[in-house]
């Protein structure tokens, strides 16, 4: 198994562009994740999906964000419009959650996106 | 409100030596406490957890809940150990992680 796999590695943008980040977790698992790294910030969780379906979505910023799951092995989240403030590594983690309680997430690769 | 707080930023140690990465946090409830590594070009990958009490690697890390701390340990650290290294909390039943800022520890020859 590859993992967790996430798309682009790196992108540049310019300022007002939309942006598309993808990851496809880890076959079977039914929680899925993404995250946000900045320097000043540290790690911060935007949103998490379980068997798809939005669970929180309260570390989402502001509208200009979005994240999708329209099935079990694909996730995208979307910035529109991008802003220089954007800048940041974003990972995608995946999970297999039995009943309640955090069970390993496995992390993909990052994307890190560049706002010009 | 939850909260993680790893107070170095940065962590310099010879090789051999021993060495303690600190982690504190805030949490009313019952917490379950996590360490996750970040090796060079790897990626960010579960270390230990509180509810497992074993050793990974040589490190260990005891939960205290009177001092609301989660410090990672280990007696005898190796260059290999170079890496970044997160503390992050759950609570108890949720699946969300809060993660600290991390420390960068290097171990030097």
């Known amino acids: 198994d590859a993992g967790v796999i996430q798309s682009p590695r790196h992108e540049v943008t310019e300022m007002g562009q939309e942006v598309t980040l993808r990851c496809k977790p880890i076959s079977g698992h039914n929680s899925l994740f993404w995250y946000r790294q900045t320097m000043m910030r540290g790690l911060e969780l935007l949103i998490y999906f379980n068997n798809n379906v939005p669970i929180d979505d309260s570390g989402m910023p502001e509208d200009r964000f979005s994240a999708k799951m329209p099935n079990a092995s694909f996730s995208t989240l979307k910035i529109q419009p991008s802003e220089p403030r954007d800048s940041a590594v974003y990972f995608c983690a995946s999970s297999f959650v039995v009943g309640q309680g955090n069970n390993e997430q496995f992390f993909g690769p990052g994307t890190r996106l560049t706002v010009l | 409100a939850q909260r993680v707080t790893q107070p170095e930023k940065l962590l310099s140690v010879f090789k051999g030596a021993p060495v303690e990465l600190k982690c504190n946090y805030s949490y009313s409830g019952s917490p379950e406490l996590f360490w996750y590594v970040q090796y060079s070009r790897q990626r960010l990958q579960l270390l230990l957890r509180?509810?497992s009490r074993e050793s990974i690697k040589g490190f260990t890390a005891d939960l205290n809940k009177g001092e609301t701390s989660f410090h990672l340990k280990k007696p005898f650290a190796q260059e290999e150990d170079s890496a970044m290294y997160y503390c992050a909390l759950s609570g108890s039943g949720s699946e969300k992680l809060v993660f600290g800022k991390g420390t960068k520890l290097t171990v030097n020859p």
């Open positions: 509180h509810i």
